[in-house]
Structures are given as structure tokens and as C-alpha cells.
């Protein structure tokens, strides 16, 4: 029988004793909800992650997800703040960091607290945050306008101070492609990486638009010198993943450590003149794909082909 409702968020509150479904708005359960640490709170959808920083400010949002999902994401928003979203926090161009980016900021509103008036207007949108080379990324392609960056920074780092916390930028050069940036919010102590860290795959990364392995492992090893763990390795900074269960630094450091070893293998056969296809006969990747082989869409062929094609090109 067919659902009469069309959209759908749930709602899940983090208790002292475990995760317990508190709301549930409409029926799919396609976009859940879950308080993170602090005020700050991630929305889990079927492409990835979404953060939500809430506050007397207004939300700040870090990926919009893909556009098919703004009404979804909207609704959860709305249903964490009744306060129009100030901010948007792009960590890179990917479709579901930046696939909403026009729509969420369409519905939301940045005026200066100092100002009596906005300089761009009564009827400005949430502002669009991201390193300037996500912006030249969008305004050299087929993407509109209006979901280019409005503000952008162009230094190693860049910080801004929104509910009442300090939120710190810091950009990793050569990553997925060139324009990523990984959000730290100091006061709730939670790191988003944006596509960096995937506890779902691989890495995901793109050489002809200026990504590499070395800036993945890079990136890593920035969230780690960000991150404090608790007790016995356990708890303490929490990390957002671009997508997967949310973290700690334990499991970064694994992720980092796979990333590395996957790496050094690629480079050894590399250096010993193997071709591609001998080195993906060679199944560098083996032992891990029982963990990170899921995703059809980035499989363990596509990661080994982009590592020696990064590889093969730094030797020239």
C-alpha cells in the first residue's frame, strides 16, 4: 500500500542509557537526527551527513546534502530551531556537500548582530561559507549562481564565532580535490571532515581536480592533532564523517593508518614498474575490503586506480 505522506525525518534523542527514537515526522525515516555533543547536532541522510549548529544566533548547516533532499533537510532543521539558518559551511563542491546549497540558503537569513541593517539587503539568504577554491570550482562550471559561495577565505585557516562559539576553518590543499575544509567547533568539541573520512568506504578523491592520497592522509592527520580522546581511547572529541557513524579518534587513526598502508603498498608497485592492472591483480586492498568495500558508487578499483594515477603523476 502506498504511504500518503511524502517526506520524512526522525528524530532521535541521546540518553545516558543508549539512542532512543524520541519524533518521528511522517513515515520513511530517510533523514535521522542525532544530538552530537555540545549544540550541535548531525542529520544522517542516505548520501551522508549533515551538521547543524544551533544557538540564539540561528543554525549554522556544514553540507546541505544533494538538492532532492532540502525539503527533508529544512524540515530537520526547523524541527531543532525555530530561528532562520544564519550560515551554511560548504567543505567542499561534491554534490552532497553543495547539492542543496541554493535552496537552504534561499530559505534562511544572515544579518550582522552588529549592523541595524544587513548591507545586502532586507531579503539576503543564509550565507555561503567555503575556501575560495570551491567558489572558482562553481563559477568555472555549470553550477548557478546562487549556490556559489558568498564568503570565502583563502588562508591555511579561518575562523568565525556563531552561537556563542568559536568555529574554526582549516583547509586542506590537496584532498579530495583542492577546496576541502575540515569545521571544528571548539566549545562542543566535535570535528566535521567533510568526504576526508567515510567510515562507510574508501576515500573518495580526484587527481584531475586537484586531489591526492598524500592530502587525504594529510587531512586525517589535521583531525587527529584537532581530536582528544577520552577514557582508554574511548569517547572524547566526536567527529563527524563526510559519511558513516560518527567517531572518534581511535577510529580515525585506523582509518588513517588503512589509508597509509593501502598507499605504501600502491607506491612499492609502483616503483617497481607494475601497471595498473598487475597492481589491481595484486589486491592491495584485500584485507580491508571486508570493511570499507560497500559502496558501488567508489569501489576498491576505482580508490587503487585513483592512487596510481596520483602516484604515476608526482614521479614526473
Known sequence: MARATRWSVTVIVLTMTGLTPSTRLDAQGDLTVLPVQG???????????????IGSEGPLVVDTQPAAMSVRLLDAVRGLSPRPIRHIVLTSDGDQQAGGAAAIAKAGRYIRVIDSIDPRGLDARASIIAHLNVLN??????????SWPTDTYFTPEWSIFSNGEAVQLFHVSAATGDG?????????????????????GYPRFDPERGGS???????????LDLTV???????????IPGRGRLSDETDVANYRDMV??????????????????????????MDYDGLFERRSDWTSDMFIDAIYRDLRQAKR
Open 229 to 239: 580522546p577520552g577514557e582508554n581511547q574511548e569517547g572524547g572529541t566526536v567527529v
Open 180 to 200: 576541502d575544509t575540515i569545521v571544528f567547533f571548539r566549545r562542543s568539541d566535535v570535528v566535521c571532515t567533510g568526504a576526508i573520512f567515510d567510515t562507510t
Open 39 to 53: 549544540n550541535v547536532y548531525v542529520l544522517v541522510g542516505p548520501g551522508g551527513n549533515s551538521t547543524v549548529q
Open 137 to 146: 570550482r562553481m563559477s568555472a562550471g555549470k553550477t548557478p549562481s546562487d
Open 213 to 223: 592520497i598524500a592530502g587525504i592522509i594529510e587531512g586525517l592527520n589535521r583531525v
Open 260 to 285: 597509509t598502508i593501502i598507499r605504501d603498498r600502491v607506491r612499492a608497485m609502483v616503483g617497481k614498474g607494475f601497471s595498473l592492472e598487475q597492481v589491481k591483480r595484486a589486491r592491495p586492498t
